[in-house]
């Protein structure tokens, strides 16, 4: 059977081709464009109100005589699918509506939401974007739409290998960079490269992100942890480690918000070195520091030894979906292949927005703005943590988007996450940010969604959960006030 998509409905479905499965075999053909209108109506591909070429233009592109396709609009029009006035070309009735479209399941959103992995999505600097996109599309080459180097665009890369020295202190140059699809992608890459290589295992910190490590498990590696401390990584446990490479946090460690201590850093370095391994700085939210300047990447002491991986998902948006890898000599053809096999680069056009809104300050523009509304709002959390809860430490630097709720060991923070969920509250259980040992006990607070003046409001509820829990058991009477003004989960978060 030959399908056709008959470019003569285009013009009946306001410029959308519509395919009509039909059998051109003479002597059929009656029967066949009837049938293949019939089904298009029925599934709704001509939806009610289209109005059907006339039959001689239906006719002429079809090639076929005039007299079959009259015969089949009569035909369509006595069986109820087509509604004819004298001299114009008839109109699908109302038997052909649109098959029902299955309801997307609405997407959970929290009445409080301290989920600690997104940033405020509303702060994203939409008119900038505009102007950087509208610029990306006015002066992109034609060769932009073509497929590109897989390492991504060279004016992204350029700007980033700038900006990146200017405020991060890596050092790189644009040749040895790759454009990803955020850190997630850069972290898959990495692996298939250190797996293609022979290795069997990948080392993350713990506690750490557990999202992170489904992604080098799913390449095929086995994810080992290596403890953190008030410090950073215990460098002291690195020595037995078997784990060819290891991810680490060091700028604003996830989720305990430690800074990595120089001579930490250092350690780090020097282990990379003797043993031969590497270290996969993941950078994620360095350029959020409040009380000083951030602390430099870890690239920038060994850019032979240290695959930096940054991300557009806290200082844009997650959605933008663009990560970048500052990677050794020795694996740039190996990501770059990896990355040519997986998708055969990134899209180019956002690609070339990033790097005008990087070009024209605006990036940095937005960062700065973005950093002032988290200060005040990590300010407000710490204050309000201060009087409703006030006997639990709270850890983590004046850095990023969240800070760390310390509980009690004899406290389940799960059940304790899931009962604040039943009351619409979103907040993240520490222990299963555990990958070896006793797991540790905790709420990871993420501040980011948070307006100041729905601060006190979250926290208070959080502490009713709390007191419940028996967590908290001098609960303030502000605080007790929150049990009855928290609505269920609802539409909005923030
Ligand atoms: C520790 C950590 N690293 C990286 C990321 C960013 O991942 P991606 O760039 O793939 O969005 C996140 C996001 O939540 C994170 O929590």
């Known amino acids: 059977m030959e399908a056709l998509a008959t470019p003569l409905l285009e013009e009946a479905t306001g410029g959308r081709d519509v395919l009509l499965e039909m059998d051109l075999r003479r002597g059929q053909l009656r029967r066949n464009l009837r049938c293949a209108l019939?089904?298009?109506?029925?599934?709704?591909?001509?939806?009610?109100?289209?109005?059907?070429?006339?039959?001689?233009?239906?006719?002429?592109?079809?090639?076929?005589?005039?007299?079959?396709?009259?015969d089949t609009y009569d035909q369509?029009?006595?069986?109820?699918?087509?509604?004819?006035?004298?001299?114009?070309?008839?109109l699908v009735a109302g038997v052909g509506a649109a098959p029902p479209v299955a309801e997307e399941p609405a997407r959970l959103t929290w009445a409080v939401d301290f989920i600690a992995t997104t940033p405020d999505v509303e702060l994203f600097p939409r008119r900038a974007w505009i102007r950087a996109a509208e610029r990306a599309l006015r002066d992109a080459p034609n060769e932009a739409f073509d497929y590109g180097d897989h390492r991504g665009r060279i004016e992204l890369r350029r700007a980033l290998s700038s900006y990146l020295g200017r405020v991060r202190g890596v050092r790189i140059e644009p040749e040895r960079m790759v454009i990803t699809?955020?850190?997630?992608?850069?972290?898959?890459?990495?692996?298939?490269?250190?797996?293609?290589?022979g290795s069997t295992e990948i080392a993350f910190e713990t506690l750490s992100q557990p999202n992170g490590w489904a992604t080098p498990e799913a390449v095929g590696l086995r994810v080992v942890g290596v403890p953190v401390d008030g410090d950073g990584v215990r460098t002291d446990a690195l020595d037995a480690l078997g784990?060819?490479?290891?991810?680490?946090?060091?700028?604003?460690?996830?989720?305990?918000?430690?800074?990595?201590?120089?001579?930490?850093?250092?350690?780090?370095?020097?282990?990379?070195?003797?043993?031969?391994?590497?270290?996969?700085?993941?950078?994620?939210?360095?350029?959020?520091?409040?009380?000083?300047?951030?602390?430099?990447?870890?690239?920038?002491?060994?850019?032979?030894?240290?695959?930096?991986?940054?991300?557009?998902?806290?200082?844009?948006?997650?959605?933008?979906?663009?990560?970048?890898?500052?990677?050794?000599?020795?694996?740039?053809?190996?990501?770059?292949?990896?990355?040519?096999?997986?998708?055969?680069?990134?899209?180019?056009?956002?690609?070339?927005?990033?790097?005008?809104?990087?070009?024209?300050?605006?990036?940095?523009?937005?960062?700065?703005?973005?950093?002032?509304?988290?200060?005040?709002?990590?300010d407000a959390l710490i204050a309000e943590l201060g009087r409703h809860l006030s006997g639990l430490p709270i850890q983590g630097a004046a850095a990023g988007l969240h800070v760390l709720l310390r509980l009690p060991d004899s406290v389940d923070d799960v059940a304790v996450a899931a009962a604040a969920a039943e009351r619409g509250i979103g907040v993240n259980p520490l222990s299963p940010m555990?990958?070896?040992g006793e797991p540790q006990r905790g709420l990871v607070l993420g501040y980011s969604r948070l307006s100041v003046e729905r601060i006190e409001t979250a926290v208070g509820a959080l502490a009713v959960c709390l007191a419940d829990a028996g967590v908290a058991k001098r609960l303030t009477a502000a605080a007790r006030g929150h049990a009855v003004t928290v609505p269920l989960a609802q539409a909005s978060s923030s």
């Open 38 to 70: 019939r089904e298009a109506i029925q599934d709704g591909r001509l939806a009610t109100g289209t109005r059907l070429p006339s039959s001689r233009r239906l006719a002429t592109d079809l090639r076929v005589s005039r007299g079959v396709v009259a």
């Open 76 to 90: 369509l029009t006595a069986e109820g699918y087509l509604e004819t006035q004298p001299r114009q070309a008839p």
């Open 181 to 197: 699809q955020g850190f997630t992608q850069g972290l898959d890459l990495i692996s298939r490269v250190l797996l293609a290589r």
């Open 243 to 378: 784990a060819a490479a290891i991810v680490v946090t060091p700028a604003h460690q996830f989720p305990t918000g430690v800074v990595m201590a120089p001579e930490r850093r250092a350690d780090l370095v020097a282990w990379a070195n003797r043993a031969d391994r590497l270290i996969i700085e993941d950078d994620y939210d360095a350029e959020y520091r409040y009380d000083r300047n951030a602390i430099g990447a870890i690239q920038g002491l060994d850019p032979c030894r240290v695959i930096h991986i940054g991300t557009a998902s806290k200082t844009l948006a997650p959605g933008i979906r663009l990560g970048w890898m500052s990677l050794p000599d020795t694996l740039i053809d190996e990501v770059r292949a990896a990355k040519a096999a997986q998708d055969s680069g990134s899209p180019s056009i956002e690609q070339l927005a990033l790097a005008a809104l990087i070009d024209s300050g605006d990036y940095d523009r937005h960062v700065a703005r973005a950093r002032h509304v988290y200060r005040q709002r990590r």
């Open 434 to 436: 555990s990958r070896a």
